[in-house]
Nanobody, 121 residues
Framework: QVHLVESGGGSVQSGGSLRLSCAAS????????MGWFRQASGKKREGVAR???????SVADSVKGRFTIYQDNAKNTLYLQMNSLKPEDTAMYYC???????????????WGQGTQVTVSE
């Protein structure tokens, strides 16, 4: 059985930092492409950062220069380092795994349950 378990969310002030973790079990993250998505209250879910098939990363323009996605294959864990947080980053953050590794053609195979990030002024 596959589980993606996010942690690290919380409440921070504007300008603060958080690091989200997504611990995977039942799959090896190195055999999937992993990504982070978020959904703010009343809004559609959006992609935040993804690892691509060649190992490079893609981040949304709204978080470019502030968020970094990376994974530790030995720990089977995906991370999202979030710096210079803004109130508009407030959302539920989800990790996801997709295979084949093509974010455009395929929907993620697995989703985590989410971790809440709240950024105050």
């Amino acid at each position: 059985q596959v589980h993606l378990v996010e942690s690290g969310g919380g409440s921070v002030q504007s300008g603060g930092s958080l690091r989200l973790s997504c611990a995977a079990s039942g799959i090896a993250v190195r055999t999937y492409c992993m990504g982070w998505f978020r959904q703010a209250s009343g809004k559609k879910r959006e992609g935040v950062a993804r690892i691509l098939s060649d190992g490079s990363t893609s981040v949304a323009d709204s978080v470019k220069g502030r968020f970094t996605i990376y994974q530790d294959n030995a720990k089977n864990t995906l991370y999202l380092q979030m710096n210079s947080l803004k109130p508009e980053d407030t959302a539920m953050y989800y990790c996801a795994a997709v295979r084949p590794c093509n974010w455009v053609q395929y929907e993620p195979n697995y989703w985590g349950q989410g971790t809440q990030v709240t950024v105050s002024e």
